[in-house]
């Protein structure tokens, strides 16, 4: 009976460091992250990966943020081979890497990005959309006609490692976001093999509003406690 008990404290405690969490950073892997701008990106998180060099990643997300803000970092050292996004309009340094050849960037409409992702989270096979149907965005992808009207497939997204940034978090893994900080990180938490947490506070668990909580503890691996932005908003 000990055992089982302790057993089970274990799996209800996620709670771990920045370093241990990120141990499975690896070279060339698939890295998915919340946030719109930098808003939502988890910053002691992004700050560990830069610290860590790992490279050639392959990165998912809505933007590319900014040069010297959040996952935007990341982008600006050059250490990024494809990023898949929505836009990249807010840093200069993606649009001149992409353009030298040096990151490929697939482009998603922002709704069908993060159905993309929802559908990777759900085990979905993929999405219908006629967006971009008589385009050159039709090349390469496969369609299908239901009731005389054509689609495209867009395939699901899925991540090696996912990171996210919440309000609140308990031990569990169940997670509080603060406004528009939540934009789709409850997707991106999702759609990991392997899902980190970066929380600002951290509780016993049971003691989270369950009517409060959107992402449930089931989809976090790690939760770790959030050190602060160590940033300047491109607004202030």
């Known amino acids: 009976m000990e055992i089982m ?5 274990n799996m209800k405690n996620k709670i771990s460091t920045i370093k241990k969490a990120l141990e499975p950073l690896r070279n060339g892997m698939v890295l998915m992250y919340g946030g719109f701008g930098g808003v939502g990106n988890p910053p002691s998180l992004i700050k560990s990966i830069v610290d860590s060099k790992v490279k050639d990643l392959v990165l998912i997300g809505n933007d590319a943020s900014f040069p010297n803000i959040g996952i935007g970092r ?19 340094v993606a649009g001149s890497l992409m353009n030298e050849g040096k990151l490929e960037v697939e482009f998603s409409p922002q709704g069908i ?32 006609t239901i009731a005389d009207k054509d689609f495209l497939i867009e395939r699901p997204l899925r991540a090696d490692v996912s990171i996210v940034y919440a309000k609140k978090a308990d031990t569990f893994g169940n997670l509080i976001y603060d406004k528009s900080a939540r934009n789709t990180n409850p ?10 947490a970066e929380a600002e506070e951290i509780v016993p668990a049971g003691e989270l509003d369950p009517e409060m909580i959107v992402t449930p503890g089931l989809f976090i691996d790690k939760v770790v406690q959030s050190e602060g932005i160590d940033w300047t908003w491109a607004w202030e």
Request: hydrophobic content about 40%; proline content about 2%; charged content about 25%.
């Open 5 to 9: 008990d302790s057993q089970a404290k």
């Open 74 to 92: 990341l982008v600006k050292e050059g250490r990024v081979k494809k990023l898949i996004a929505s836009h990249i309009g807010s840093n200069p």
């Open 113 to 144: 990005l993060a159905e993309r992702i929802r559908a990777g989270g759900m085990g979905l096979g993929g999405i219908l959309t006629d967006v971009g149907i008589g385009t050159m965005v039709e090349k390469n992808k496969d369609t299908i």
């Open 187 to 196: 997707l991106v938490a999702m759609a990991g093999s392997y899902t980190i």
